[in-house]
């Protein structure tokens, strides 16, 4: 049974950066696709960015353009997500979530339906 553990969170302040790791655990090989969503309170989950099975397909929300940097280390089955320049946007958790279906690039990585299997979910505040 394939595990998904993040970690990395805290409180930084506007401008900071900050870097989050999700550790795959329980799959024997690194063929996925992995997603990063975040939710504020009161609101719905939404797509930060992902990676494909190929590390070249890479997709970020329009807000993290420029500011946000995925990767996924297949030796160790783990994916990193690089934030900088965070904006002050309080608390909001992290999910990583993985994809191990091989679709076709048609289906992007933001497709949130995609994934079955996601983490707890990491604590990130953003202060002023």
């Known amino acids: 049974q394939m595990q998904l553990v993040e970690s990395g969170g805290g409180l930084v302040q506007a401008g900071d950066s900050l870097r989050l790791s999700c550790a795959v655990v329980?799959?024997?090989?690194?063929?996925?696709?992995m997603g990063w969503f975040r939710q504020a309170p009161g609101k719905e989950r939404e797509f930060v960015g992902g990676i494909g099975w190929s590390a070249g397909t890479q997709k970020y929300a329009d807000d993290m353009k420029g500011r946000c940097t995925i990767s996924r280390d297949n030796t160790n089955n783990t994916g990193t997500l690089q934030m900088n320049s965070l904006k002050h946007e309080g608390k909001a958790d992290y999910y990583c979530?993985?994809?191990?279906?091989?679709?076709?690039?048609?289906?992007?990585?933001?497709?949130?339906?995609?994934?079955?299997?996601w983490g707890q979910g990491i604590q990130v505040t953003v202060s002023s």
């Open positions: 329980g799959h024997r090989n690194s063929d996925y696709a």
């Open positions: 979530e993985v994809d191990p279906i091989n679709r076709p690039e048609t289906v992007g990585v933001d497709a949130a339906w995609r994934y079955d299997y």
